[in-house]
């Protein structure tokens, strides 16, 4: 062992500046703000404007994160873009944000693991640094699901919103017991049908739109959450009754009370950001976990636990001390 511990520096986030409320998607599909506020907890989404895009959202979050951390853009040597709703269909969103944060050294690449895409990229991210290829490393999870809705369809086009979130990851020697402890993917193709995009380069030639058996997600998405975390602690001397902050993906405030229920987590452990922005897929874990930085919540010290599940399905679960 090296001894590197990959520690979290600095965070940041973005949203639109544009607001459609609940009163607003009842004018478009047949819906209410009672359905969406009861059935998801969600007030409110952020939509990008016309001609802002993923790349956009997420420079915005990488550069407060960069500044969060106290570094300058030139210091990152990796970007990790997590997104399912990339600029183009190539090149990589990441290379577009590595050019519009001004970085000209290292590598940069998207990971695609839709909701679980953040939490992919945390692992990915901290064997990256331990494995000594990365030093300072920006991790972004942004996504303009906006584009990617059927805007007729009232079960799908109210929970989802667009934005950005990003982390700077730094290897440290002599961390302590500082920085990420453990982390723990899983996927099962075989649940394609429950959640996916109906387009593709391969399939159709056509960019598709988002389609959800939401009642069948649901369930699976707290059987797997409270699996995973439980699964995470293995190998450690933790379990999670010593979790400080769940940070989880922001899909529906009913699945963030029932994997807490069902873990036995108090819910005022749990960061709960979905009311303020929807499902943001990628982009929710970081905006979450930024806002609770911010507010002074997560303090140095504290284990906070990020998970999420999405489409493919994929999801997984990262302890961290921050
Ligand atoms: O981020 C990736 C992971 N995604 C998720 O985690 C999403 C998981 N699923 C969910 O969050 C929930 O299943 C939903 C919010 C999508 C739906 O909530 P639900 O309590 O499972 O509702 P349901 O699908 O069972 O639908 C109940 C009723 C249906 O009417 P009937 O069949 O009972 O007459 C729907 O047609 O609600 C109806 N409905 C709506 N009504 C008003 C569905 N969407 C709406 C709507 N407004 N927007």
Redesign the pocket.
Known sequence: MNGIRTVVAGVGSYLPDRIVTNAE?ARM????DE??VE??GINQRHIAADGEYTSDLAIAAGKRAIEDAGIDAGDIDMVIVATATPDETFPATAVKVQAGLGITQGAAFDIQA??SGFVYGFSVADNLIRGGMSKNLLLIGAETFSRILDWED??????FGDGAGAVVLRGEQGAGDRGIIASKLRSDGTKHDL?YVDGGPSTTQTTGKLR?R??D??KH?VNNLADIVQEVFEGTDLSPSDIDWIVP?Q??R??LDATARKLGIAPDKVVVTVQDHG?T?AA?VPLALDRAVRDGRIKRGDLVLLE????GFTWGASLVRW
Do not use: K, P, Q, Y
Not at 154 to 159: E, G, I, K, N, P
């Open positions: 998607m599909v047949d819906t209410s359905w969406i059935r998801t839709v909701c009232r079960t799908t086009c109210v929970l959640l959800m939401g009642r997600v649901f998405a993906h899909a529906n009913r699945i499902n897929s929710s999420a599940m999405g489409g």
